[in-house]
């Protein structure tokens, strides 16, 4: 089994040099990939940073020259990426370990990003403690946080990069023994308010042979989704929470980014979409809702998150780019629209009903949306099992006509 270790040998050379003893007292062969720009290394790396740098599409000695910090890390983290992608297809890489600063740590998660679901990675972090996000992204990567800033060997650090490097160890080392049966897999989108209609469409299609993945349309759950599509680890789609794009446009906190909605289409995936809350946008604790905001429609979820109703403008606009975005599929696609109610919330007698709003999201997704995109409407909300069921039904239907439905689920 062997590991690999990202980290900066001209300024975390005992730190590193320590990990790797860790790592191979319990038998593992150890790779490291050496990340450091401006000094000479404290060892001989398995990887030098001149080869990294070249694989990110530059030189050592450029990167000195020109002197430019973010252009550094950019270039290196495209090269450690580089490199462990090609240890991993060449069969030399069962986990990583990161180490670093704010630096190293935009270098190594950018590595690991790289590399498969499910391929152990953790990162050993002095940002650990905040905003991960921008390291994590949707990636199956543990960041542990240091506690005291990586600099010398001391017992509080001896002690947090042995229990990371011991964690690798535990993840490489043991087979989980995960069940993993051949049978096309469908992903679904959900919120707590969509919460109903998602059960109820995975119990129909788990009940004819498919294994579901559910994502938490939280931003990162929107991505990890599409990232799957395109990996071809997912064979149908059934996206009935697009909430992410409400974030995308107007500024909330839970943005997919632009890309949302683009891989089913792109890669001919069947898909299914639904407008599951785009009645709402997320923000956090009521007090962090922007100035701009505070004469709009909120409901306090919980004390951490703060939702806000989209206006007429805005479902218009979100009808218009989400209309777009299935018009550019190449794949079987339907638009499912429930009419009373696009979540818990927008049903008659909750704080998001606006029936104008609707319409204004419905309106423009009708004249947006090409011939091609099968047009889908019930007179219900959208956590009835009737609309539940049809979403389903039409996803089985499209997954049967493209020979991808279990030989089990013929109706």
Same mark, same amino acid.
Request: charged content about 20%; overall charge negative.
């Given at each position: 089994?062997?590991?690999?270790?990202?980290?900066?040998?001209?300024?975390?050379?005992? &730190?590193?040099?320590?990990?790797?003893?860790?790592?191979?007292?319990?038998?593992?062969?150890?790779?490291?990939?050496?990340?450091?720009?401006?000094?000479?290394?404290?060892?001989?790396?398995?990887?030098?940073?001149?080869?990294?740098?070249?694989?990110?599409?530059?030189?050592?000695?450029?990167?000195?020259?020109?002197?430019?910090?973010?252009?550094?890390?950019?270039?290196?983290?495209? #090269?450690?990426?580089?490199?462990?992608?090609? %240890?991993?297809?060449?069969?030399? %890489?069962?986990?990583?370990?990161?180490?670093?600063?704010?630096?190293?740590?935009?270098?190594?998660?950018?590595?690991?990003?790289?590399?498969?679901?499910?391929?152990?990675?953790?990162?050993?972090?002095?940002?650990?403690?905040?905003?991960?996000?921008?390291?994590?992204?949707?990636?199956?990567?543990?960041?542990?946080?240091?506690?005291?800033?990586?600099? #010398? %060997?001391?017992?509080?650090?001896?002690?947090?990069?042995?229990?990371?490097?011991?964690?690798?160890?535990?993840?490489?080392?043991?087979?989980?023994?995960? &069940?993993?049966?051949?049978?096309?897999?469908?992903?679904?989108?959900?919120?707590?308010?969509?919460?109903?209609?998602?059960?109820?469409?995975?119990?129909?299609?788990?009940?004819?042979?498919?294994?579901?993945?559910?994502?938490?349309?939280?931003?990162?759950?929107?991505?990890?989704?599409?990232?799957?599509?395109?990996? #071809?680890?997912?064979?149908?789609? !059934?996206?009935?929470?697009?909430?992410?794009?409400?974030?995308?446009?107007?500024?909330?906190?839970?943005?997919?980014?632009?890309? /949302?909605?683009?891989?089913?289409?792109?890669?001919?995936?069947?898909?299914?979409?639904?407008?599951?809350?785009?009645?709402?946008?997320?923000?956090?604790?009521?007090?962090?809702?922007?100035?701009?905001?505070?004469?709009?429609? !909120?409901?306090?979820?919980?004390?951490?998150?703060?939702?806000?109703?989209?206006?007429?403008?805005?479902?218009?606009?979100?009808?218009?780019?989400?209309?777009?975005?299935?018009?550019?599929?190449?794949?079987?696609?339907?638009?499912?629209?429930?009419?009373?109610?696009?979540?818990? %919330?927008?049903?008659?007698?909750?704080?998001?009903?606006?029936?104008?709003?609707?319409?204004?999201?419905?309106?423009?997704? /009708?004249?947006?949306?090409?011939?091609?995109?099968?047009?889908?409407?019930?007179?219900?909300?959208?956590?009835?099992?009737?609309?539940? &069921?049809?979403?389903?039904?039409?996803?089985?239907?499209?997954?049967?006509?493209?020979?991808?439905?279990?030989?089990?689920?013929?109706?």
């Amino acid at each position: 089994m062997s590991v690999i270790i990202i980290g900066t040998l001209d300024t975390k050379g005992a &730190e590193i040099g320590f990990a790797r003893d860790v790592l191979t007292a319990q038998g593992l062969d150890v790779h490291v990939v050496d990340t450091g720009v401006m000094g000479d290394p404290a060892f001989d790396p398995d990887t030098a940073a001149s080869a990294v740098a070249e694989a990110g599409g530059s030189t050592l000695s450029e990167l000195r020259e020109r002197g430019d910090r973010g252009h550094a890390m950019e270039v290196m983290g495209d #090269g450690a990426a580089a490199v462990v992608s090609r %240890l991993y297809e060449d069969g030399n %890489l069962d986990g990583v370990l990161g180490l670093g600063g704010s630096g190293n740590t935009s270098v190594a998660t950018a590595a690991m990003r790289a590399l498969p679901y499910g391929v152990p990675k953790v990162m050993v972090s002095t940002m650990a403690s905040g905003d991960t996000r921008p390291y994590v992204e949707s990636r199956d990567i543990m960041m542990l946080y240091s506690v005291a800033d990586i600099e #010398g %060997l001391n017992q509080l650090s001896r002690r947090v990069i042995s229990n990371a490097a011991l964690a690798v160890v535990g993840m490489v080392a043991n087979d989980p023994d995960v &069940e993993v049966e051949d049978r096309p897999t469908i992903g679904i989108t959900m919120f707590g308010v969509t919460t109903p209609c998602v059960k109820t469409a995975r119990a129909y299609l788990e009940d004819r042979g498919y294994e579901t993945i559910v994502f938490h349309a939280t931003g990162t759950g929107g991505q990890a989704m599409e990232n799957l599509v395109e990996q #071809g680890v997912i064979d149908g789609v !059934l996206d009935v929470t697009t909430t992410e794009w409400a974030d995308e446009l107007v500024g909330g906190v839970l943005s997919a980014g632009p890309d /949302r909605l683009d891989a089913a289409g792109a890669t001919g995936t069947p898909q299914v979409v639904s407008v599951g809350a785009l009645d709402m946008v997320n923000f956090g604790a009521k007090a962090d809702v922007p100035a701009e905001f505070h004469d709009r429609n !909120l409901h306090v979820h919980n004390p951490q998150v703060t939702l806000m109703r989209t206006t007429e403008d805005e479902c218009a606009e979100l009808g218009r780019i989400i209309g777009e975005k299935l018009n550019a599929a190449t794949g079987p696609t339907a638009l499912a629209l429930p009419l009373d109610g696009v979540s818990m %919330l927008d049903v008659e007698g909750e704080d998001f009903h606006d029936p104008f709003a609707d319409a204004a999201l419905f309106d423009a997704l /009708r004249a947006t949306i090409d011939d091609h995109v099968e047009l889908i409407e019930l007179d219900t909300d959208i956590n009835d099992e009737a609309f539940a &069921e049809t979403m389903a039904q039409q996803l089985h239907e499209y997954m049967q006509a493209a020979e991808l439905a279990p030989t089990l689920g013929e109706d």
